[in-house]
């Protein structure tokens, strides 16, 4: 099976992808994003996919697994994992429309990770129209979580992910044309001042301002950056009344290293702020963590097998580990062969210019269907 022969469509492909993106599902609005996975779902089960849904938990939309028909069902195959849920609040549609320009199509999540995960679904469809059945069976992992650090649902990928042979991410492409092959480790930190309130007004010298102690430890945090381990504070809440000193702030903070040593050593540093002075407390609690994820054998030689279908397609496929996380660092780091960045190419992921590549759509659709054609 040649995968350049499979009549993969950019345009219709667009079409059913904007119906994805025009269904907004920031994580933190469950029902937004069930509502996606409902229209994932219906899609999968008009391709002949058995549906699974499983209900959300700690606030989060639920998970939908999808197991299309095979010889072999049962039998350890490829898992394809990807995330519906994204950065952008309802509403950012009104200002990042859908629209094509030349060969970019913008969008609300379309980069990150709708895109991928759209023709990831046509790669599979392409093989079932073209009566071609696959060495392996196939399960879909779609996700509501990702964009959080996948605190809901890191057990159920972990599961899954055991349950195969493969993991395919299709997670954004690189720049270059590149597929991830590991990825950094992360942590997240949640931050919290108490100080004491008192009239901001009349009796401001007795209060002891939360905000003011949380804005002298973001700058302390910020300080800790190092080429082996960043830092950074992306939110801030704090005070209720702007004529009270303030008595509580809440931040959170990230940590990004490329070894997991360094990031354990940053993880001890972050959690020895905790503490008090000129009686105002500070405190430093541990969120979810992602694992470094470093390529091995198996790894690479997945990689491998991508690399020279890509070849036969005429394209380079360079390969390299990537900072920010995906749900690939928790199955590379399980030992189990991935490959991450199998997605669309484009650029400005949560931003209000997010776009895709559209020939990519067509491109990587053909390398994915190349992959499950193969691998075995």
């Known amino acids: 099976m040649n995968p350049a022969n499979l009549p993969f469509d950019s345009e219709a492909m667009l079409q059913g992808l904007r119906n994805w993106v025009e269904c907004e599902s920031p994580t933190w609005d469950a029902g937004a994003v069930n509502r996606m996975l409902d229209i994932a779902a219906r899609d999968m089960a008009i391709m002949g996919a058995t549906i699974e849904r499983i209900g959300g938990r700690q606030g989060f939309g639920g998970v939908i697994r999808a197991r299309f028909p095979h010889p072999k069902q049962g039998e350890p195959g490829i898992l394809i994992a990807g995330h519906m849920d994204t950065v952008h609040p309802v509403g950012t549609i009104e200002k990042l429309t859908w629209r094509r ?4 199509c913008y969008g609300p999540g379309i980069y990150d990770m709708k895109g991928g995960n759209y023709l990831s679904l046509e790669a599979i469809r392409q093989l079932a129209r073209a009566s071609f059945t696959t060495p392996l069976p196939i ?11 996948t605190p809901s649902t890191r057990d159920i990928i972990e599961a899954e992910a055991a349950r195969n042979k493969y993991v395919l991410v299709p997670e954004p492409g690189r720049a270059d044309n590149g597929v991830t092959t590991g990825r950094y480790a992360i942590a997240r930190f949640n931050l919290e001042a108490t100080g004491r309130p008192s009239h901001a007004g009349a009796t401001l010298s007795a209060g002891r301002s939360a905000i003011r102690e949380m804005a002298r430890q973001i700058l302390a945090i910020d300080a800790m ?13 704090g005070g209720q009344w702007v004529n009270c000193v303030a008595t509580t702030a809440t931040g959170e903070a990230l940590s990004m290293a490329k070894r ?14 905790s503490g008090s002075a000129n009686d105002v407390s500070f405190k430093v609690t541990r969120g979810v963590t992602r694992p470094v994820w470093e390529p091995d054998a198996g790894t690479m030689a997945l990689y491998e097998k991508a690399r020279g279908i890509a070849e036969s397609l ?9 900072g920010g996380g995906s749900d690939g660092n928790f199955t590379g780091a399980m030992g189990i062969p991935t490959l991450d960045g199998l997605g669309v190419r484009g650029g400005n992921g949560h931003m ?15 390398l994915m269907a190349g992959l499950l054609a193969t691998l075995e």
């Open 101 to 104: 320009e030349g060969g970019k």
């Open 260 to 273: 997991q040593a360094d990031l354990d050593r940053g993880v001890e540093r972050m959690l020895a702020l």
């Open 225 to 237: 950056t190092t080429d082996d381990c960043t830092f950074s504070v992306g939110v801030v809440h």
């Open 139 to 149: 399960t879909v992992l779609f996700t509501p979580d990702e964009e959080v650090g």
């Open 314 to 322: 005429g394209a380079k496929l360079p390969h390299a580990s990537s």
């Open 352 to 366: 209000l210019e997010e776009f895709i590549e559209v020939d990519s759509l067509v491109e990587r659709g053909r």
